[in-house]
C-alpha cells in the first residue's frame, strides 16, 4: 500500500521504500520516452499545432514518422539515459520522503488522518514529496529537455558534454531554468496524483467486493493509478509547457530547424509572449501525448511500486 498505514504488520525501511521507487521509475520511464519525446517537441513549437498552418509538427503519427525520417528511429529515445537518471532519482526522492511524511502524520497527528482521511492527508504529503523530488532533481531534467529538443546535427554530443558546455555558458543556474514553474507545476500534480489515487483505490475496494477474487491483483493499482496521472496532468498541463520553454533558454542554436525560436525573461514573459502569439491554445500544446504519457506512467508507477513493496514485506516474513 502507497503510503503509511498502522494496520500492516511488517513496515518497511526508508532504503526499501526508496528501492521500490527506483525500479517503479526506471521500469516506467523505460516504456513512455517516446511519448515524452513528442510531448516536448509539441510543447517548444511556436507555430500552431494544425495541418492547414503547415507546422513541422502537427499531430502524434504525423510527429513520429517524421522524427524517424528525419532523424531515424532512435531519435524518440533521446534523452533516454538523463531521463532513466531523472526518473530513478525521482522515484527514490518522491517515495522516500513520501512515505516518511505519511508516517510522520500518523505518529504527531491525529488518527483519522491516516485512516478516515487517508485521501486528504496524502494530497498533502504527495504534494510535499514532489516538491522535493523535483528541485533534486530539476538539472537532470534540464539537461533531458536540452536532449530532446535538439535537431541535427546535434549540439550536445553526449551527456558529459552538455553538463560542460551548460557550465560554462550559463553556470550553476543553468542547471536550474524553469525550477520555479518546475516545482509549481509537480506540487500541484503529485498532491492531485498521490490524493486521487488514495482515493480511486477506496472507490474500487468498495465496488469491488464481490469480484475482487477474480480481479489480478495488479490491475486495480494500474487503473487507478492511471486514472489519477490522467486528471492531475490535466490539472497543471499549462505550467509544464511554460516549464520546457523555459529550460531551453540559452540553448536556442538547436532549435532553428524548428520554427520560430523565442527568447523569455522569466515566468511571467513566457506567458505573456506565448498567449500574445500564439493564443490560450499554447497551453495546451502536446496535451493528448502528454495525458497518454501521464497516466501510463502513474499506473506504471503505482502498480510496480506496490508490486515491489509487496515482494520486500514478504522478505521479511518467517520461511
Known sequence: MVGYD???????????????????????????????VLKIRFQ??????????????????????????????????????????????????????????????????????????????????????GCIGAAFVHPVDVIRTRFVAQGEPKVYKNLAHAIQDIMAKDGIKGYYRGLVPAVSLVGPQMSAQFGLYALFTRLWDNSTKNIAPFIPSSADHFICGSAAGFFAKLIVYPLDVVKKRLQIQGFEEARQTFGVVRKYNGIFHCIYVSFRDEGAKFMFKGLSPSLLKSSTVAGINFCVYEYCCMILTKHHKPL
Not at 13 to 36: F, K, M, N, W, Y
Not at 44 to 67: C, H, M, T, W
Not at 115 to 124: D, G, K, Q
Open 44 to 129: 517548444l513549437q511556436v507555430e500552431p499545432l494544425n495541418k492547414a498552418a503547415d507546422p513541422k509538427y502537427y499531430g502524434i503519427f504525423q510527429a513520429s514518422r517524421r522524427i524517424i525520417e528525419e532523424e531515424g528511429f532512435k531519435a524518440l529515445w533521446k534523452g533516454h539515459i538523463p531521463a532513466q537518471i531523472l526518473s530513478i532519482a525521482y522515484g527514490v526522492a518522491q517515495y522516500g520522503s513520501f512515505e516518511f511524511l505519511t508516517q510522520e502524520v500518523w505518529h504527531y497527528l491525529p488518527e483519522t488522518l491516516t485512516t478516515t482521511y487517508r485521501p486528504i492527508t496524502h494530497t498533502v504529503c504527495g504534494g510535499l514529496s
Open 6 to 36: 498502522p494496520k500492516d504488520k511488517i513496515h518497511l525501511s526508508a532504503t526499501e521504500h526508496a528501492c521500490a521507487g527506483a525500479v517503479s521509475g526506471a521500469l516506467s520511464r523505460a516504456c513512455i520516452q517516446p511519448l515524452d
